[in-house]
Antibody, heavy 117, light 106 residues
């Protein structure tokens, strides 16, 4: 059974940092692109970043470029999102999702990140 | 990057057919995916590559594509289909979602 479990969220002040983790299991992690997708309270879905199987290609939405870094450790079946210089409008539920030919076929339950003073 | 446009809301009575559109200039050149999201839950993939349905998704959900518009059709809508629906595609810049459509079952 495919499982994606996010951790590392919480409350942080504007300008602060957080590192999200996603633990993957039930599939060959190193064979798939992986993504972070977020959803602000009461809003729609937004693709934040995605990362190729071997880490050689990565893409970011314009609003997080230069502040967020997506990375992975295939030996640990783990995906990460380092978030720096956080802003109030980064407040959202962040989902880890497996990307593939079928789109985002598997999602984690999501982790809440709240940026507030 | 291009944009994906969805109607904010669609309302239908039980048993009727709901159609949710997603428009974008680049859609003829790329696949579209559809997700259903209920409150407090992560999105669920219901259509991939424009028209394919994952196993376990009811047959009443179908997808179609014509030019710059793709359509999610729900035939014989049931109360449990009330949810938000998102289209999604990708370009060289990454992932793009439509703004979402709230389906209300009257």
């Amino acid at each position: 059974e495919v499982q994606l479990v996010e951790s590392g969220g919480g409350l942080v002040q504007p300008g602060g940092s957080l590192r999200l983790s996603c633990a993957a299991s039930g599939f060959n992690f190193s064979n798939y692109w992986m993504s972070w997708v977020r959803q602000a309270p009461g809003k729609g879905l937004e693709g934040v970043a995605n990362l190729k199987e071997d880490g050689s290609e990565k893409y970011y939405v314009d609003s997080v470029k230069g502040r967020f870094t997506i990375s992975r450790d295939n030996a640990k079946n783990a995906l990460y999102l380092q978030m720096n210089s956080l802003r109030v409008d980064d407040t959202a539920v962040y989902y880890c999702a497996r990307d593939g030919d079928r789109g985002f076929e598997y999602w984690g339950q999501g982790i809440l990140v709240t940026v507030s003073s | 990057s291009f944009e994906l446009t969805q109607p904010p809301s669609v309302s239908v009575s039980p048993g009727q057919t709901a159609r949710i559109t997603c428009s974008g200039d680049a859609l003829p050149k790329t696949y579209t995916y559809w997700y259903q999201q209920k409150p407090g839950q992560p999105p669920l993939l219901i259509i991939f590559k424009d028209i394919e349905r994952p196993s376990g998704i009811p047959e009443r959900f179908s997808g179609s594509s014509s030019g710059t518009t793709v359509t999610l059709t729900i035939s014989g809508v049931q109360a449990e289909d009330e949810a938000d629906y998102y289209c999604q595609s990708a370009d060289s810049s990454g992932t793009l979602f439509g703004g979402g459509t709230k389906l209300t079952v009257l």
